[in-house]
């Protein structure tokens, strides 16, 4: 029975025009949206390049002039602001590069990387990289979002699955066939499952190969990337089961094509756009984080606190931290104004830290929220299957501002003993310098536990397909 | 005309009585309600935190001590951004933008801390705002209870009847469209009622302006009227209900949500924005190749002290009449702000760009119109941040020119010992931003009221056209 259905099946589909330009748009759409986010991927990529590129070469400049100096080729400049070899002066027009490197499948997905910077250089004087950072970008593109295979897949795949399949058990009965079918020696049910079966399979196929050869003509390694590539189809798959799942209860309902396309329509409705918008709204109404406009409030404190009690500050610090004071005394230290930079910090981050930390903490824990919520949408599961593969989650980012954090300590930890011993650079000192690779090791993903909820998802469309089924009075349907 | 309101009146009462109608409105009064009472309870605490983050910037202003006046600059204060009382129909860019600027002296900060990057990409999806109904939902509902119009007329048969009663098709689309129209202001209605009866309860009225919230209703009549123009053109165009449902909701997807997208992906492409460090790192040369009032040694600052010691005549900074520090701050200041005025401009000047390019794609999607003239009447729109930033950016010329005049005329040059006081900060009064008016932004969208206007017009026409080609077959 499954082969002749399988047999009838692609006949008719076969001579669908409509499947044909169904599927033809697909491929298109997929291919753009691929495209689209080569090109964003591409652009973020230059724009590191260019960051780094221009610190190694403003590093080697800088290197040859001290070298000059060390090999006596020239005389060190009688300024000492002009000294290449100043540690303050390096810093500050050498910053570090710390960048956020693309990851192979970002292009899959945007998230929440139009919203960061990629390229960040701290500055050492003050602290008021800790509380943030932002891209230049026009909010408009920010609210209208960017056309990604993400949304491809996520809002549009869905109407795909439903168009193929609204109407397969009520174009039946309307085209007077049902009877014969149900005359045969198999259950209306197994029959319509069958029929789904097939289609749902034909699409995978489709649709999977069109992901695939869009990868691969986007120049994405698919052998290197075979267990996140199989992860986000097999998500992708289970996103489309759960679809024919719903459009195989509606069928089951015995209604005509109209309603029943009415009717997923508005499933597509509460699952893609409502459900995610009524989270959204009412846990940032309901239970809102504090405002970062109040850690600016705190730091302002801090930071005024700390200017004005400097000298005491700096005379804590060093006896904090014997280890760091001036050895010798018949020098004035050239790094004055960063030796009392690094004191203040200390107490400025003391103070503002608790606040940070409160305002983290309800961050986290509003997220956490929101997280569970996920269960509630598949297409909410899914968006965050695509943007976990591309590293561009929000807990990617938040763990790039800590590693930009860390990484910056790391970097002052290496100039503070210098600068309070009052030393210059050498021109070997730059290989030395510590070196920022970026990292998702600590973002933690859990597609697998995903793809889990998903498979409910399926599992729950599957039983409810059965009750639906026992639940009818199929002589009444059929005639 | 009376056959008009007779069939008006009739698909009004057809439509009252299907269940999916009442469904589906039950549904959408109650999103609509709930998303308002949420939003306002949203922008009552976004305002109070506001209004405290302002009152603290001063406070901190004023309290900051005794110190040298250019270190008062330095110190500097902030600008928060106030939110508008209609943005609790349309909220627009606001959780896409910054909210308060830094304001010190060298500097021009962006603004910071927008509240999409504190939520998860689930946000990305949208919030159930006012505008989210407004843009998305009713115009659903239009092809919901419109899409049959005419193909149940002609499945059913009744289309041969009215042919022999002479009916006129134009009347009768007239009807249809009176019908569909009246209940959807129906729906709308209540929520400008609520919307006024909120607005007008906030204890900052002045700033309410109930002829902005009538254009902005004005302006999504308009939209969905264009809607029922559509959904009635392809009823009537279509040969059966299915296809008509089909093609509308195509025609839906395409411009609300792919067409936004596509010129979004577009734009960027044709005009990228510089990131955030290449720009940074564009004004750095522009300084460093200019007049720095921190290196009285630079070349630059040696020239300027000539010229000063031979306009006043006299041999030595000592003896000038002023500190010269003071001068050379501000004298440096007035040089960045040129910088920064110039790299603004190129800013601006791509966003306008980018701005075309939506206006163009407008011809595409009355969708595109309409979210830009709600986001401007609600003053949510990016010209009204950047209405904003250039206000706050005058005001931190004004306040850092205020510090380095102070002490250029009270001190003189080599003393530093020179401080100011709270006298001295409350010189400068605290920065107020109102937003512009009805009046300054209308003619700033006269081309997406044109292009609303064309969509409405030719859909409208096509309609006619329509009718008069109608076969009952």
Redesign the interface.
């Known amino acids: 029975m499954f082969l002749n259905n399988l047999q009838h099946e692609l006949a008719t589909l076969g001579r669908d025009r409509w499947v044909f330009l169904v599927i033809a748009l697909f491929f298109g759409l997929t291919f753009y949206a691929l495209h ?1 986010g080569a ?2 991927v591409a ?1 973020r990529q230059q ?1 590191i390049d ?2 780094v590129q ?1 610190m190694d070469s403003l590093e080697t400049v800088r290197a040859e002039k001290i070298l000059a100096i060390e090999e006596n080729r020239e005389a060190p400049p009688e ?1 000492s602001w002009r000294d290449p070899r100043d540690l303050w002066d390096m810093s500050y027009n050498t910053p570090r590069v710390i960048a956020m490197q693309p990851q192979s499948l970002t292009l899959i997905a945007t ?2 990387s139009d ?7 701290p500055k050492l004087y003050e602290e ?1 990289y800790r ?17 990604d295979l993400a ?1 491809v897949c996520i ?2 795949l869905p ?1 795909l699955v439903l ?1 193929l399949s609204y ?1 397969v058990l009520s174009s039946a009965k309307e085209s007077g066939i049902l009877p014969v079918i149900a005359s045969q020696p198999v259950s209306l049910y197994g029959w319509l499952l069958q029929k789904l079966l097939i289609r749902f399979l034909l699409l995978s196929i489709i649709v999977s190969a069109t992901i695939l050869i869009g990868l691969g003509w986007q120049g994405v390694d698919l052998v290197d990337k075979l267990g996140s590539v199989s992860m986000l189809l097999g998500a992708l798959l289970l996103y489309m089961a759960f679809w024919f799942g719903i459009a195989f209860v509606v069928n089951l309902l015995g209604k005509p ?2 309603t029943n ?2 009717t997923l ?1 508005a499933l597509w ?1 509460a699952f ?3 459900i ?7 846990t ?3 239970n ?7 850690i ?2 705190e730091y ?2 801090a930071y ?1 606190e700390a ?2 009690n400097m000298d005491k500050i700096m005379d804590t610090y060093l006896r904090d931290h014997p280890e760091l004071a001036v050895r010798d005394t018949s020098q004035a230290n050239r790094y004055g104004f960063m030796q009392r930079t690094f004191a203040s910090a200390g107490v400025i981050n003391a103070a503002v830290d608790p606040v940070l930390n409160d305002y983290n903490e309800a ?1 986290e824990k509003q ?1 956490a929220q ?2 569970q ?2 269960i509630l949408s598949p ?2 599961l899914l ?2 299957v695509f ?1 976990q593969t591309a590293g ?4 990617h ?1 938040t763990d790039f501002r800590q590693q930009i954090i860390d990484f910056t300590e790391t970097w002052k930890e290496y100039l503070k003993p210098r600068m309070f011993a009052n030393e210059l650079l050498a021109s070997t000192d730059f290989t030395a310098f510590p070196r920022y690779e970026y990292s998702t090791e600590r973002v933690s993903d859990n597609s697998g536990g995903l793809m889990l909820l998903l498979s409910v998802f399926v599992l729950i469309v599957g039983g409810l397909s059965f009750l639906v089924y026992r639940s009818r009075n199929w002589e009444l349907v059929v005639n | 005309m009376g056959h008009i309101i007779t069939i008006a009146l009739k698909e009004c009462k057809e439509i009252l009585r299907e269940r999916r109608f009442q469904w589906a409105s039950v549904i959408v009064s109650i999103l609509l309600i709930a998303s308002t009472l949420l939003s306002f309870q949203y922008y009552k605490s976004v305002k109070q935190q506001y209004e405290l983050a302002q009152d603290n910037a001063r406070q901190k202003w004023l309290g900051q001590g005794e110190r040298n006046p250019h270190s008062a600059a330095h110190f500097g204060t902030y600008a928060f951004k106030p939110r508008y009382p209609l943005s609790l129909i349309d909220s627009g860019i606001d959780k896409y933008a910054g909210v308060s600027i830094f304001l010190e002296a060298h500097s021009r900060n962006e603004a910071q801390y927008m509240a999409a990057q504190d939520q998860t990409g689930l946000s990305r999806f949208g919030d159930l705002t006012p505008d989210f109904i407004l843009l998305f939902i009713i115009p659903l509902l239009i092809i919901l209870l419109g899409f049959n119009s005419f193909t149940r007329e002609r499945e059913s048969g009744t289309l041969r009847l009215l042919k022999s009663q002479q009916v006129p098709f134009y009347a009768l689309a007239l009807g249809k469209w009176l019908g569909l129209f009246l209940l959807v202001l129906g729906l709308v209605l209540p929520l400008y009622g609520l919307a006024w009866l909120l607005l007008s309860n906030l204890s900052d009225y002045g700033q309410f302006n109930g002829g902005a919230l009538t254009s902005l209703f004005g302006v999504y009549l308009l939209y969905f009227m264009v809607f029922i123009n559509l959904t009635l053109l392809v009823s009537l165009l279509a040969k059966k209900s299915n296809v008509a449902f089909v093609s509308l909701l195509g025609i839906w997807m395409i411009a609300c949500l792919v067409i936004p997208k596509f010129t979004t992906s577009l734009a960027n492409q044709l005009h990228p924005y510089p990131t955030q460090s290449a720009f940074v790192e564009n004004i750095k040369a522009d300084k460093q190749a200019g007049l720095d009032g921190h290196a009285p040694w630079s070349e630059k600052a040696k020239q300027l002290e000539a010229e000063t010691l031979e306009k006043y005549n006299v041999s030595s900074l000592e003896d000038l009449p002023f500190n010269w520090s003071g001068f050379l701050m501000q004298e440096s200041e007035k040089a960045d702000a040129e910088i920064y005025f110039k790299h603004y401009a190129l800013l601006k000047n791509i966003y306008q760009e980018q701005t075309d390019v939506y206006q163009t794609a407008a011809a595409l999607s009355p969708f595109l119109p309409t979210r830009f003239l709600s986001m401007a009447i609600s003053r949510t729109d990016y010209h009204s941040h950047w209405n904003f930033a250039d206000a706050a950016e005058k005001y931190r010329i004004e306040l850092v020119g205020a510090m380095n005049g102070d002490l250029m005329e009270n001190s003189r040059t080599g003393d530093w010992s020179y401080k100011g006081d709270e006298e001295v900060w409350a010189s400068v009064p605290a920065f107020s931003y109102e937003p512009p008016t009805l009046s300054a932004i209308m003619p700033l969208h006269a081309s997406n009221f044109l292009v609303l206007g064309f969509w409405l017009l030719a859909t409208a026409l096509g309609v006619l056209l329509a009718t008069r080609q109608l076969t009952v077959v």
Request: glycine share 4%.
């Open positions: 689209n090109e964003m652009e724009a260019k960051e221009r300024d998230g929440q919203l960061f910077p990629h390229v960040v250089k008021s509380l943030g950072f932002s891209e230049l970008t026009n909010p408009v593109q920010l609210l209208f979002g960017t056309f949304f809002y549009l109407l168009a109407n094509s109209g396309a009415i329509v409705l893609v756009l409502f995610p918008a009524i989270i959204t709204q009412t940032t109404s309901l809102p984080v504090p405002s970062r406009v109040n600016i409030h302002r404190e005024t200017l004005n961050l997220q929101v997280d919520m996920t297409a909410l968006q965050k943007n561009t989650t929000a807990a980012y």
